[in-house]
């Protein structure tokens, strides 16, 4: 992800936190989802399931009263990051709750994830989940000299959400072994998260909880610790912009950071910490194609309509001890190959993430290049061979409203300037106040997962039907000067 983002999150008996102990009131149960493994000779399915990240669960002692409110910890409760992590214990979900308290629900290859959920305990907002290889571990993919697919279905995605894929550098126990003892709830529970934003939203890092300078007035409320690690977006959309963006880290696997080595944005530090917080991104309207992707008939890309996402990551040998040296992207829709857009930014070249493109384009548009400074292409490749766990999520953005991906970003730069527009939306209508009240029913849906050999998973989407818009294609600016 381009920008820090915090999941909006369920106010389920005003406890949003996320604990280390195992609750027994409600025994965990995991959605299934099959995925694909595929090699030059065809694919094969196996059934795996997904995780609710820990981070919206309910936390209590034991019993029935909450280790966090309102935002606050309960100092009884909480009083130290140890006592706190000794005293409360994370619950499990059910199948139901998945459906009915978060909005997920799977069926077959099919994962949907919902907007807006509302239950007599509270609201929920979005979600973010994990792929599992058991019940106790998460599914590590090691992409370098491999290629990715999934079917994005964006059509209920309105400006101002981001329906998002991708994969961080977890530990594959969700941090039970790094925590020595205190995270006992580990994968199972969808602890452990991490990512190049270095968030620190996080209610618990390596079995600690966070509780050290936690401010509840934050939006979202966040502690003094935030958690590091490489991260790779294969998608991030909605049915008016996306892009895709590697993200290096100079650090190995998660990594509990303080201070300047976050490189937090309150602190003027974002180029001062572990990880590249921009990345390297490739979002086609920003490099000058403004008709590449976008809804109905008249883009090339049909965001109204299923698609397949194929990122094949190419190393310098073709083999998997080579160097990362390239990642590409198509789309298959309707049964035709859509090969990715072209740059028409001036001294800009090429249609997919190389080392060049990325210090071409930080030079176009003035960027400071993190990117290269990270490591680039190799270091990312170097995290994809040590393994990377599947996210996917739906959110909003309550620190920038989601105008990095189809806005004009940053604020305080004309829209003419090189980078700065990065899609049609208007820079009013994408705050989680305005989105939450007029897409409740947003929702997403990724399907047909599939991982394999350079050229293997190839697939094919459905197609939709219609050409009319609907209420979620509202708040894109029209081109003409009627309104920009």
């Known amino acids: ?60 002692n034991g019993q029935y009263t909450n280790c966090y409110k309102d935002g606050a910890w309960v100092e009884s409760l909480c009083p130290d990051p ?30 949907d994830l919902g907007f807006v959920v509302e239950t007599k305990y509270g609201t929920n907002f979005g979600s973010r989940v994990y792929l599992l290889e058991n019940e106790h571990a998460y599914k590590m993919f090691h992409l370098k000299n491999r290629e990715f697919s999934v079917d ?20 594959a126990d969700g941090g039970q072994s790094r925590s020595k003892g205190l995270n006992e709830a580990g994968a199972g529970y969808g602890t452990g998260y991490c990512d190049a934003q270095c968030p620190h939203d996080m209610k618990f890092i390596n079995g600690l909880a966070n509780t050290v300078d936690w401010n509840s007035t934050s939006d979202p409320p966040v502690g003094k610790a935030g958690i590091c690690c490489a991260e790779m977006d294969i998608w991030e959309a909605n049915s008016r912009a996306e892009a895709y963006t590697p993200h290096p880290c100079s650090v190995t696997g998660p990594y509990a950071c303080e201070g300047t080595e976050c490189g937090d944005n309150a602190k ?70 859509v090969q990715n857009g072209n740059s028409s930014i001036a001294g800009v070249n090429g249609n997919s993430i190389t080392d060049e493109f990325c210090n071409e384009m930080k030079t176009a548009f003035g960027d400071i290049n993190d990117f290269k400074k990270h490591g680039g292409l190799k270091a990312m490749g170097e995290a994809l061979a040590r393994g990377m766990v599947l996210v996917m999520s739906l959110w909003d953005d309550s620190l920038s409203d989601m105008l990095w991906l189809d806005s004009d970003y940053p604020l305080n730069k004309t829209p003419g300037t090189p980078g700065v527009a990065r899609g049609p939306c208007k820079t ?43 209420g979620f294609g509202d708040d894109r600016r029209l081109r003409a000067s009627v309104l920009v």
Request: charged letters at 20%; hydrophobic letters at 30%.
């Open 428 to 470: 009013t209508t994408g705050s989680p106040k305005y989105v939450r009240a007029k897409y409740p029913h947003a929702s997403t849906q990724y399907s047909n997962i599939k991982v394999g050999t350079i050229g293997s998973t190839q697939l094919q989407t459905r197609s939709g039907s219609g050409s009319g818009d609907d």
């Open 1 to 60: 992800m381009a920008f820090y983002w915090a999941p909006a999150v369920l106010a389920l008996l005003a406890a949003t936190s996320v604990s280390q102990k195992i609750g027994t009131h409600v025994q965990e149960a995991h959605p299934p989802l099959e995925m694909s493994t595929c090699t030059a000779s065809g694919c094969t399915t196996e059934m795996k399931s997904i995780v609710l990240d820990s981070n919206w669960r309910w936390v209590h």
């Open 268 to 337: 003027n530090d974002r180029y001062k910490g572990v990880c590249d917080k921009d990345g390297c991104d490739f979002n086609p309207y920003r490099m000058g194609d403004k008709d590449y992707y976008g809804r109905h008939q008249k883009f090339k890309v049909d965001s109204t309509k299923k698609l397949t996402v194929v990122t094949q990551f190419i190393t310098s040998d073709g083999t998997d001890a080579g160097d990362l040296v390239d990642i590409r992207r198509y789309y298959v829709q309707d049964g035709v190959v």
């Open 152 to 171: 994005v279905d964006m059509a209920r995605m309105p400006c101002g959400l981001n329906g998002a894929i991708y994969f961080v550098e977890m530990d």
């Open 82 to 111: 140890e006592t706190c992590a000794k005293n409360c214990h994370i619950d499990g979900a059910t199948v139901a709750d998945y459906k009915d308290t978060y909005g997920i629900s799977t069926s077959g290859n099919e994962l």
